[in-house]
């Protein structure tokens, strides 16, 4: 009874805070224009009276009761880790002062405004301002939650928890040691045909045929839907509601292909959930004050990009569903046969936009911006000087250059909303993609065939015991431990690409 008692306190916790999901997701699909800033308020109150339920004594109370009534269960029990991962998080927010929590989510939706206002007019100086006043609340965060080493180690805390500026520097510096070869190799090699991703691509089809490929990985519509935004996102509240958005571009295919697949892959993963946990700390990301199922944004994102890139840009996926995207495009897919657009689909060619980077440079634009990241926060970097440091970046690893702020450092919506410390997870969850998709084809010969005839179950199934299921009871790598045997190992990571490229561009032996 002790614990049940518990759980209800835990449950209004959770029900405030997809409320303020549901309000957010409302502001970056339909709200109007003019509602920004009492939405911000309205969030942040919904906000507050979830960190006041949790830091209340009767929270308190209540937990203590519970920790004794349990105390005899295994030490990874799921009551066990529930209780644990609250008096965390109570006392992590303890350190925090409400005024500046209650700050740093007032400021959210305005900034986020400012900034998609920024990126429309390519006005950085506009933003600047806001961003200022954001990267000041997250300094004042790091020094409130407390570090060891350097103050970006506190925010990285609360995303991906374990992962701190020296592992950072080991993962990236092993993965530039290896991806840079490769690209080096490639650009030597005459460019894959892809001009025909450009026709004419109405949106209504894409939006059809994306749909249709998220239920057959196993999207279910029953409990989740679709929309349109600026950034595409997945937003849960609870795995009974899990929502998903892509963004269209007429004359470029792939940004809404692989966008819905990509948020798809996230949506498994929530919709995934043991029910028993709904409304519980073990689908509440109670440090962060975010109802999500997934227990940290590297391993959401090892679902998004696995089912994206391992699956969706798999020879055996087009052989298969080649012929229904067709069929929603005959006049612009006419003269182009499978081979030809999985070709195309995987072409390697440094760009400026992160979201629609090829696999190989998508990490690249991870690595530059989680240092300008470190070095805002550490002071290092003046936010006037960010989008110098940004084309300066983009100019060493991609050789290209940016033309305007617009496709330059005013793409990504992370930073209006304060989410400094995520874009590692991006990388972090290639890797463990990697490393959870080699593992699964090998211990159960059953999933490749499968795949090749078009059943996913099998993948599903396999990846809903070992990760999905789990919730936020057991950590990243516990999991992975759990799954494969060891914990974050970039190597399957690094001869995934390096095969896969090889044999796409035929290239011979790679210069370090």
């Given at each position: 009874?002790?614990?049940?008692?518990?759980?209800?306190?835990?449950?209004?916790?959770?029900?405030?805070?997809?409320?303020?999901?549901?309000?957010?997701?409302?502001?970056?699909?339909?709200?109007?224009?003019?509602?920004?800033?009492?939405?911000?308020?309205?969030?942040?109150?919904?906000?507050?009276?979830?960190?006041?339920?949790?830091?209340?004594?009767?929270?308190?109370?209540?937990?203590?009761?519970?920790?004794?009534?349990?105390?005899?269960?295994?030490?990874?029990?799921?009551?066990?880790?529930?209780?644990?991962?609250?008096r965390y998080a109570i006392e992590m927010h303890k350190r925090i002062p409400a005024?500046?929590?209650?700050?740093?989510?007032?400021?959210?939706?305005?900034?986020?405004?400012?900034?998609?206002?920024?990126?429309?007019?390519?006005?950085?100086?506009?933003?600047?301002?806001?961003?200022?006043?954001?990267?000041?609340?997250?300094?004042?965060?790091?020094?409130?939650?407390?570090?060891?080493?350097?103050?970006?180690?506190?925010?990285?805390?609360?995303?991906?928890?374990?992962?701190?500026?020296?592992?950072?520097?080991?993962?990236?510096?092993?993965?530039?040691?290896?991806?840079?070869?490769?690209?080096?190799?490639?650009?030597?090699?005459?460019?894959?045909?892809?001009?025909?991703?450009?026709?004419?691509?109405?949106?209504?089809?894409?939006?059809?045929?994306?749909?249709?490929?998220?239920?057959?990985?196993?999207?279910?519509?029953?409990?989740?839907?679709?929309?349109?935004?600026?950034?595409?996102?997945?937003?849960?509240?609870?795995?009974?509601?899990?929502?998903?958005?892509?963004?269209?571009?007429?004359?470029?295919?792939?940004?809404?292909?692989?966008?819905?697949?990509?948020?798809?892959?996230?949506?498994?993963?929530?919709?995934?959930?043991?029910?028993?946990?709904?409304?519980?700390?073990?689908?509440?990301?109670?440090?962060?004050?975010?109802?999500?199922?997934?227990?940290?944004?590297?391993?959401?994102?090892?679902?998004?990009?696995?089912?994206?890139?391992?699956?969706?840009?798999?020879?055996?996926?087009?052989?298969?569903?080649?012929?229904?995207?067709?069929?929603?495009?005959?006049?612009?897919?006419?003269?182009?046969?499978?081979s030809a657009f999985h070709r195309a689909v995987n072409r390697v060619e440094p760009?400026l936009i992160r979201v629609e980077a090829d696999e190989l440079t998508y990490d690249?634009?991870?690595?530059?911006?989680?240092?300008?990241?470190?070095?805002?926060?550490?002071?290092?970097?003046?936010?006037?000087?960010?989008?110098?440091?940004?084309?300066?970046?983009?100019?060493?690893?991609?050789?290209?250059?940016?033309?305007?702020?617009?496709?330059?450092?005013?793409?990504?919506?992370?930073?209006?909303?304060?989410?400094?410390?995520?874009?590692?997870?991006?990388?972090?969850?290639?890797?463990?993609?990697?490393?959870?998709?080699?593992?699964?084809?090998?211990?159960?010969?059953?999933?490749?065939?499968?795949?090749?005839?078009?059943?996913?179950?099998?993948?599903?199934?396999?990846?809903?015991?070992?990760?999905?299921?789990?919730?936020?009871?057991?950590?990243?790598?516990?999991?992975?431990?759990?799954?494969?045997?060891?914990?974050?190992?970039?190597?399957?990571?690094?001869?995934?690409?390096?095969?896969?490229?090889?044999?796409?561009?035929?290239?011979?032996?790679?210069?370090?």
């Open positions: 009874m002790s614990y049940s008692e518990f759980l209800g306190q835990m449950g209004t916790v959770n029900d405030l805070l997809s409320s303020a999901s549901l309000l957010s997701w409302d502001a970056r699909t339909m709200m109007p224009s003019g509602a920004v800033e009492v939405r911000g308020q309205q969030i942040a109150t919904l906000m507050t009276l979830a960190r006041t339920t949790l830091l209340s004594d009767e929270t308190l109370r209540l937990l203590e009761k519970a920790e004794r009534s349990t105390r005899d269960l295994a030490e990874d029990s799921a009551e066990r880790r529930a209780l644990e991962q609250t005024a500046l929590q209650a700050e740093r989510v007032a400021v959210r939706e305005v900034s986020r405004a400012a900034w998609a206002k920024a990126r429309a007019e390519d006005r950085f100086e506009d933003f600047a301002p806001y961003l200022e006043k954001v990267v000041n609340i997250a300094r004042q965060v790091a020094d409130a939650i407390g570090y060891e080493a350097h103050p970006y180690d506190a925010l990285l805390s609360l995303f991906e928890p374990g992962e701190t500026v020296v592992s950072l520097n080991k993962l990236f510096g092993r993965l530039r040691e290896a991806m840079l070869p490769v690209l080096r190799a490639i650009q030597q090699k005459p460019q894959l045909r892809w001009d025909f991703l450009e026709r004419d691509y109405p949106e209504q089809q894409q939006r059809d045929f994306g749909l249709q490929m998220a239920e057959v990985f196993g999207y279910d519509l029953r409990r989740g839907r679709l929309d349109t935004t600026i950034h595409p996102f997945e937003i849960s509240f609870t795995r009974e509601d899990v929502r998903i958005t892509t963004r269209y571009k007429r004359n470029y295919l792939p940004a809404s292909l692989f966008g819905t697949l990509h948020e798809a892959g996230h949506a498994l993963y929530e919709q995934g959930v043991d029910p028993a946990y709904t409304r519980t700390p073990l689908a509440t990301d109670m440090p962060g004050m975010y109802a999500v199922g997934g227990v940290s944004y590297g391993a959401h994102e090892s679902q998004s990009r696995l089912w994206e890139n391992h699956i969706g840009r798999s020879k055996a996926f087009w052989d298969l569903h080649y012929p229904a995207l067709k069929a929603h495009f005959p006049d612009q897919l006419s003269d182009i046969d499978v760009g690249f634009h991870i690595i530059f911006r989680t240092e300008i990241e470190r070095d805002l926060i550490d002071g290092s970097l003046k936010v006037k000087d960010l989008p110098e440091r940004w084309n300066a970046e983009v100019k060493k690893d991609l050789g290209l250059d940016v033309p305007n702020n617009r496709l330059g450092v005013l793409q990504d919506t992370h930073w209006s909303t304060g989410q400094i410390g995520t874009f590692c997870n991006y990388t972090i969850g290639n890797v463990m993609a990697a490393q959870l998709y080699k593992t699964a084809v090998t211990v159960d010969s059953n999933i490749e065939p499968a795949l090749s005839e078009g059943n996913y179950a099998p993948l599903r199934h396999w990846l809903q015991q070992e990760i999905y299921q789990h919730g936020r009871r057991f950590s990243r790598d516990e999991l992975l431990v759990k799954s494969t045997g060891r914990t974050l190992d970039p190597e399957p990571y690094i001869e995934y690409l390096t095969g896969k490229y090889t044999s796409l561009y035929e290239l011979g032996a790679l210069k370090p």
